[in-house]
Structure formats: structure tokens, C-alpha cells
């Protein structure tokens, strides 16, 4: 039998990466253990958005900054 089941991932706001892409496991079944996956691997989030570790950095005052020129179109 073949079902189907909700599993989550997480997705750069910025550029589109995908966290699973090249990690040992692509998705979760569970929406927090993928937030900190990404978390635990360098992301970052800021209110309901996920950057990369390549997406983001901070600047001599401890400011978060989004590196705007990775940004690609998304489809939603």
C-alpha cells in the first residue's frame, strides 16, 4: 500500500534552499524537529521567515543583515 503523509522542511526565505538538499534526511514529520534542524545548522529565523547561513550575517553592531543579492523568486 502506498499512503500519503504530511511531512515538513524548511525553505530559505531568501534564496529558496532547501535544508534537505544536501543533509542525510530531506524532510520531518514533525514541524518543530525541521525548525530546529535548521536551527542547530546554522539558520536563521525572524518572525515567520527561515535565511540560510548563506542568506544572512551580522554587521559590526550585532545587527542581523539578509544578503539581498541571493535573493531569488520563490514559488509559493
Known amino acids: 500500500m502506498i499512503k500519503t503523509v504530511q511531512m515538513f522542511t524548511v525553505i530559505c526565505d531568501n534564496c529558496g534552499t532547501d535544508i534537505g538538499e544536501d543533509a542525510e534526511y530531506s524532510c520531518w514529520n514533525d514541524e518543530s524537529f525541521a ?3 535548521a536551527m ?3 539558520w536563521h529565523k525572524e518572525g ?3 535565511y540560510c547561513s ?3 550575517s551580522y554587521d559590526d553592531n ?3 543583515l539578509i544578503n539581498e543579492s541571493r535573493k ?3 514559488p509559493k
Open 40 to 42: 542547530e545548522s546554522g
Open 35 to 37: 525548525n530546529e534542524n
Open 72 to 74: 531569488s523568486i520563490i
Open 48 to 50: 515567520d521567515k527561515h
Open 62 to 64: 550585532d545587527n542581523i
Open 54 to 56: 548563506n542568506c544572512w
